[in-house]
């Protein structure tokens, strides 16, 4: 069900976006996704079931590999609560865990969804109001990455 992104998925993850527009999305984003895509994707994934993206989310490293970011989490308006984003979200999180360098893992998002990812042991470090456009507040968040 989650598989590695393709660039012929590109059409239908912009319209996934465009569904959470402006629920979760300013418009203004839609030309940050597209140029994320193009340019910046290190390790995006999709959830696919008979054919229809469900959701899909990404991967960055930065700082030399020691921090790993979660970007651009977007899940189906008609599939929202049922798990799959939870599924997509701790997928990564096991796999970023498997990378030795990584210290701890980042998330921005928005006050809208924040909470979503206190449930999944990420802490609150900094918010600031209209970041991302009017009425879309930055909520950065942590996670340290735990080895056993």
Do not use: C
């Not at 865990?97 to 802490?123: P, W």
């Amino acid at each position: 069900m989650i598989r590695p992104y393709s660039g012929d998925d590109k059409t239908k993850l912009v319209q996934l976006l465009q569904l959470n527009t402006p629920k979760y999305f300013h418009e203004s984003e839609e030309q940050d996704f597209i140029e994320y895509l193009d340019q910046h994707v290190q390790h995006y994934f999709v959830v696919e079931q008979a054919g229809v993206i469900l959701a899909s989310g990404g991967i960055n490293y930065v700082e030399n590999g020691r921090i790993a970011r979660i970007s651009w989490d977007l899940v189906h308006p008609n599939y929202q609560g049922q798990g799959i984003g939870r599924e997509l979200t701790q997928y990564r999180i096991d796999l970023i865990k498997e990378n030795s360098a990584v210290e701890k893992i980042v998330v921005r998002t928005t006050q809208l969804v924040y909470k979503f990812y206190q449930k999944l042991g990420f802490e609150l470090v900094e918010t600031r109001k209209d970041f991302w456009a009017k009425g879309f507040d930055l909520y950065q968040m942590e996670l340290p990455v735990k080895r056993s």
